[in-house]
Nanobody, 123 residues
Framework: QVQLVESGGGLVQAGASLRLSCAAS????????MGWFRQAPGKEREFVAA???????YYADSVKGRFTISRDNAQNTVYLQMNSLKPEDAAVYYC?????????????????WGQGTQVTVSS
């Protein structure tokens, strides 16, 4: 089991930046694949970015070039640096973890989820 707690969300203007953090429990964080997802009102949860335990990194096309995912295994933390934010980026952002095999962009790949942090972007 792993517990995940997101932080860093807030209200920003379009073009601004935010850094989200996800703190994880346990001594085996380095063995988990980690992902970030987001969900806007009335929409399904969608993939944003993932970083495998091998450190391979993947991004949704909608955020590629603007967002950066990273992890610090010594601190049991995964980050999402979000630059050049757009109004369409507004959503609740969730971090997720798994030690399963599967598809990095699939919600079903992940076993553990945080409670989410709200990101609001005004134009």
């Amino acid at each position: 089991q792993v517990q995940l707690v997101e932080s860093g969300g807030g209200l920003v203007q379009a073009g601004a930046s935010l850094r989200l953090s996800c703190a994880a429990s346990g001594r085996t964080f380095g063995n988990y694949h980690m992902g970030w997802f987001r969900q806007a009102p009335g929409k399904e949860r969608e993939f944003v970015a993932a970083i495998r335990r091998s450190s391979s990194i993947y991004y949704a096309d909608s955020v590629k070039g603007r967002f950066t995912i990273s992890r610090d295994n010594a601190q049991n933390t995964v980050y999402l640096q979000m630059n050049s934010l757009k109004p369409e980026d507004a959503a609740v952002y969730y971090c997720a973890a798994t030690d399963r095999s599967g598809t990095y962009s699939s919600v079903g790949f992940y076993v553990y989820w945080g409670q989410g942090t709200q990101v609001t972007v005004s134009s």
